[in-house]
Structures are given as structure tokens and as C-alpha cells.
């Protein structure tokens, strides 16, 4: 959406802007409290895949990012993500820029376009138009001298539609003037205040767009051309746009309230539990696509393969993070700390293996392996051998690890051999 001076001097004053639940104009003026700063988020396909977005992206087969530091920038950063099997990739980013004073609050109307706000909210894509098709898939609408965006008319059921006249009433769009000035030589609907996504409200705003020529808008997102006419030939009906303030749109202070890792977190019994406060946001791992969150008495690990197990403060949590947490040989906790083992013993799953603990021995690693198998055929903690009291160390082919009653060795030649003290 062109921005206001131009607006003006065109007759052509662009779009009513309102919140995603809509309100009165009068409502509008009001902004609430200015979401916290936050730094802008470079890894929004990580976060996506994560569940650490507040929106909803409707499963879309392309996400696309608008997000700014706080709710009164206009400078945004654009990320398109693109999904590739179960997860997202980041297909790219561009810097663009939205509503001149930035963002209304989550479900705050934004009034009229003179006040040149941005909604916030997640909105779905499913037509196009502009100069010339670029080879879209969405409905794609070729502009003409005629061609007009409602933004008055309540009775004439043109409001927040694309209409053509010969004719230009204010406070209806001339989009052919807006194209001739740059702004929508290509642009892409975001279906605000409108169906599919919502049936449309007289009042609640109209022509929110993703459209070209960079500049701080009213209420729209601006880009250069070259990446709206990406947008668009990759596009499909369907595809969602999701804009706001950080805090507003991602979650940064607190884990994703649909998520395993939350769930799990109020399983054990959350703040008064084992667990205690989240001392910072959920986050997503580098390894095998998973995701954690750290709090004062522990941390809950989740991946595909695993879900969300916890990890709490003591030797074994020690041992494991020694060992490279989930990105070392280990991997992910496969089950919550098992303790009451005998003489006061402790173990945990993970994914090769189990972290065992006793007062006596203190935490090591019982690896997946041969002498694991060993070991377990004369009953683990509870046989002859009780429990390590070494890592496996391999010296001239021959593995070791060393246990209160002796130690266990294996090579490809013998196999596994017990040694007893």
C-alpha cells in the first residue's frame, strides 16, 4: 500500500487497516502497549519448524515471514519458507518494509489508512495481480485504467474487492495509478478482512498487500520487484503470510502452548515441579531437527523419533552434557530419570544407550553395543559386575569398560569376555 503523502496528492488514499478480529474506527486510534524489543528473527523457518510461531500457518506449502524488532518499526525482514517433506527450509529473505508507524497489538483495530498501521496476524494468500502475469499459479488479475480496489461503498459490495470503473471515488484504490507510480506493477492479496479467511466486515480494513517498490507503506508490505515477482511464481493458492512484531507473532519468552515440550513440561508438574521456572525459550536444535528448553532444575529435550523427555539437574544430566548433549554420542533422552535402583542408583534412556549413576561410582555411559549386551545378560546394575565405573575405552582393538566387579572386554576376534576382580 502506497504511503499517505502520495495518497493524497492521487485522490487514491488506500486501505482501511484494522486488527485481525477486527473493531470500530473509533477503537482504531487506540494502540495498545508497544510489544517488548526484540531482536529481529533470521531463523523464522527454524522456528516454524520448532512450534515457536503464534499463528497458525494452516499446514501452507509456503510460509512467508514479515517481522519487526518492536511494534513502532516499519523496516522489516522478509523469509519465505518453503516445506520440504515434514519440515520447512528457508527459500529466501529480503529486507522490505511495512505500515510507516509499524504494527497494531494482536486483535487491536488499526483504523483508517491515514493512520497507516499494519495488521498483525496470519493471513492466507490465494490471488495476485500487476503489470504483467509473472507465470503464478495464484489467480492472477492483469491491471488496466479501470481497475479499482473498494474501500468505500458499503452498500455498493465493493468494499475490500477488486472492482472495475471508469470512474475513481474516493476512498476506493485507483490501482492503475498505484502501478504507474511502481507500487503495483506486481503484488500479491493477503486475504485481510476477507474470505477465505474471514468473512468481510465493513470498517475492519481493506488492500493489505505484499507488493513491490520498498518504502514504508499503509499498512502493506514493500518489496523490490524482483522478490514480489518471486513470490508470486512460486506461489500457491493457500500459501499464508504471517507479520508482526517479534514478540507478537513468535514465541520468544516461553515454549509453544500447543507444543510437546510445554505439555511435558505440565506433566511434571510445571513451575512447582521438578523442573521449576523456564529460565529462557524453547529453541530449536541443530540435531535431527529437535528442540529444547532449559529451566532452573533441568531441561526438556523433544525430536521426531524421541518426543519430549526431561533431563534434570544431577550427575547424569552432568555426564550426558559432557558428552555433547543431544549432538554427542549419546543422542536424545529416550525416558525421564529412573532412581531407587540398587545401593541408591540412578539410570537414564537415550538413543544409544543408558547414562547410568551410584553414590559409588558416580555417572558413566553404558554404551549400545556388545558389551552393553554383555553386561545386561547377567542383569545390568543388579549382577556380578554392578555398575561402570569407566567409559568404553578401545586400545589395539579391544574395547574395555570397567565395572565394580571387574571389567567386560570384546573384539571382533574373542568377542566379549568377562574379567572379574
Known sequence: MFRLSRLRSTLAVGAILASVLGGSLVQSAVQATPAQAAPIVYNAC??????????????????????????????????????????????????????????????????????????????????????????????????????????????????????????????????????????????????????????????????????????????????????????????????????????????????????AIHTKYHAMGGQVGTLKQPTWHELASPYQGGAYRNFSGGRIMWSPKTGAKAVTNGAIKTKWEYWGSEGGSMGYPTNEEVRGLVRGGAWQGFQNGAMMYSPATGAWPSMSGPIRTAWAAQGYERGRMGYPKSQISTVNGVQTQVYEGGKITWSSAAGAKYIYN
Open 46 to 259: 527454524d522456528r516454524l519448524n520448532a512450534g515457536q510461531v503464534k499463528y497458525n500457518h494452516h499446514n501452507a506449502n509456503r510460509v512467508t515471514f514479515a517481522n519487526v524488532t518492536d511494534r513502532t518499526q516499519n523496516r522489516a525482514l522478509v523469509t519465505t519458507c518453503v516445506k520440504s517433506g515434514t519440515r520447512y527450509v528457508q527459500d529466501w529473505q529480503a529486507w522490505g518494509y511495512t505500515g510507516r508507524p509499524g504494527f497494531k497489538a494482536p486483535g487491536v483495530p488499526s483504523g483508517h489508512t491515514q493512520y497507516e498501521w499494519s495488521p498483525t496476524g496470519s493471513f492466507s494468500v490465494t490471488e495476485g495481480f500487476g503489470l504483467r502475469n509473472p507465470g503464478t499459479a495464484l489467480s492472477y488479475r492483469t491491471l488496466n485504467p479501470r481497475s479499482r480496489w473498494g474501500g468505500g461503498g458499503e452498500y455498493a459490495g465493493n468494499y475490500n474487492k477488486y472492482f472495475e470503473s471508469t470512474r475513481h471515488y474516493f476512498p476506493d484504490e485507483n490501482m492503475w495509478e498505484f502501478a504507474m507510480n511502481g507500487d503495483y506493477t506486481q503484488g500479491a492479496v493477503l486475504n485481510y478482512n476477507r474470505p477465505p479467511d474471514k468473512a468481510i466486515k465493513y470498517g475492519d480494513g481493506f488492500a493489505i498487500f505484499l507488493h513491490s517498490n520498498p518504502r514504508p507503506t499503509a499498512g502493506c508490505i514493500s518489496l523490490p520487484e524482483a522478490w514480489v515477482t518471486r513470490f508470486l511464481q512460486n506461489a500457491r493458492s493457500g500459501d499464508r503470510v504471517i507479520m508482526g512484531a517479534v514478540d507478537d507473532i513468535f514465541t520468544p519468552y516461553k515454549s509453544n502452548p500447543n507444543g
